[in-house]
């Protein structure tokens, strides 16, 4: 969304507004005091601010279960501590985030990239296949469906309980502590965790 306003602002300040203003959940007006917050800073501030978004065009996605990277494996992947026998299915790499907080969960992650139906997302949109070729290849004795409780996750937890089930492997669900159509990103530590720990068994 661009920021239409009467002619009050310089060309680069108003720039800014309209590239605030492009991004989710920013208004027109939140956009136009983040930008005069940012105005009010020091220079030091504001480079180390600018730095930061031009690094994030260095960042990649990982080769193995596309979370957010720096290397060609993110540090989850590349961690030998971690349970190797184990993944986490999340729709995005915020969920990933979440659930890193509540220190319940050691194992490794695969990002789908959304869930079936939502968004016009289909399965071919999603990497369902990529999944597949890991838990076939890497060993994994146990997978779990941490879908947001909405109908889309639902949706995309049977379905690919369906791929799955004819690997033999343990396919689990995060216990329904969570609230119905919340979303694990916003969802709190302790009932998140409580979720992990006591994940379930689909049957």
């Known amino acids: 969304m661009i920021f239409n306003s009467s002619i009050m602002y310089p060309k680069p300040f108003q720039k800014l507004i309209n590239n605030f203003s492009s991004l989710p959940s920013i208004g027109p007006k939140m956009a136009e005091r983040l930008v005069l917050f940012l105005f009010k800073q020091n220079k030091e501030k504001i480079k180390e601010f600018s730095e930061n978004l031009e690094n994030i065009q260095h960042m990649k996605i990982c080769e193995k279960c596309f979370n957010i990277a720096e290397e060609e494996l993110c540090e989850i992947c590349n961690n030998l501590q971690r349970n ?20 319940a969960y050691r194992g490794l992650y695969h990002v789908l990239g959304g ?30 469906l941490a879908m947001n409780p909405t109908t889309e996750g639902d949706t ?24 119905s159509g919340g979303d694990i990103e916003y969802t709190d530590e302790i009932t998140l965790s409580e979720a992990m720990i006591n994940r379930k068994e689909l049957s």
Do not use: W
């Not at 190797?84 to 990933?96: F, G, N, Q, T, W």
């Not at 999603?126 to 290849?137: P, W, Y």
């Not at 995309?156 to 609230?179: V, W």
């Open 156 to 179: 995309t937890s049977l379905y690919l309980k369906r791929k799955l089930e004819p690997m033999g492997i343990k396919i689990t669900q995060l216990a329904r502590g969570l609230s």
């Open 84 to 103: 190797k026998e184990s993944i986490c299915v999340v729709e995005e790499p915020l969920d990933i985030i979440s659930l890193e907080k509540t220190g």
């Open 115 to 144: 869930v079936i139906f939502s968004d016009s997302k289909q399965e071919n949109d999603l990497r369902i296949s990529q999944l597949l070729k890991r838990v076939l290849h890497e060993k994994i004795k146990e997978v779990i």
